[in-house]
């Protein structure tokens, strides 16, 4: 990889300071898949067309990007949530009556979900079917740099979906796809000739986004509720994996429940900001650290689904 020229390190604004486990959970805890951390802990991404590199600072974070490309801070701003739009979002969960909620924002405070371009959360997220985070990333990264677009620096950007739709079968499984191959080619083929396909599914509510996307081949309810949240900023979305079934499962007193009720669980209990709350038990769950209730959890209206089956 040829090495690419980086801009000094600079502060890069946020409206809370990112703690160094938060910081590094963020960028690596399964929802993009394109950070590398570095020997000198610092992490590079590539997300959209932007090439950049970030590292915890005393002072909050820091960034840096590449000599001569135009600038990535605005493009890290939005990614991050500098504003801190998410921040209300959070203070209207119900950690104050939830135990196993509060224990899970203790543990990574200030966990934000990033804004993610739609191409990419959709291809990623295709990808994880039975799969880890390491297994994600490395298809990823096999098929940007197989058939992606240079940036300069040896960093490239994720293929079009033309570019996917005609790649052949040996290509593809060099990528390790495996079976997802014929999920990655099926998308392609139906995105490839709607240049504008993520504003039509931006402009959608969420209910019919989601029977949208799942109308591609390989989205089912999981994957649809990731590009939701992910890719779409929808962040009531909660997606249920089986990290999502256990935490919620050992937790909330709801072993047995099919996703599709935990869905549902997950959406009355959290409200509009399901998403983030999502993410903070995944993450707890992830690290081994998910705090268990006493017993189920309430909704706070009505009373909950009874499972079926």
Known sequence: MESPGWTPWRPLRLAANLPAGTFAEQLDGGQSFRWHKQADE???????????????????????????????EPALLAYLDAAGAQAHLVEHLPWRSDPVLRAAIEIYPGLRILRQDPQEALLGFLCSSNKRILQIRAMVAAMADK?????GGGFRALPNWRTLASADDSL??????????????GTAKRLQDRPHWAEEFQA??????????QLLPGVG????????????????????????????????????????????????????GAGLAQQYLFSAARAGLLRQASGPTELPQGPRPKPRG
């Open 42 to 72: 610092s992490w590079t991404g590539v997300f959209g067309r932007t090439v950049a590199a970030l590292r915890p600072a005393t002072s909050g974070v820091e960034w840096r990007g590449m000599v001569g490309a135009v600038s990535a």
């Open 147 to 151: 058939l992606g677009e240079s940036l």
């Open 172 to 185: 593809l499984r060099a990528c390790a796809l495996g079976y997802r191959a014929a999920y990655v080619r």
């Open 204 to 213: 959608l509510p969420t209910s019919a986004l989601m029977a949208e996307l």
């Open 221 to 272: 309810p999981k994957v649809a509720a990731c590009v939701a949240l992910f890719g779409f900023g929808r962040l009531e979305s909660f997606p249920v994996d089986t990290w999502v079934v256990q935490a919620l499962g050992s937790a909330y007193g709801l072993k047995g429940w099919k996703p599709a009720q935990l869905e549902q669980f997950g959406c009355a209990h959290f409200g509009e």
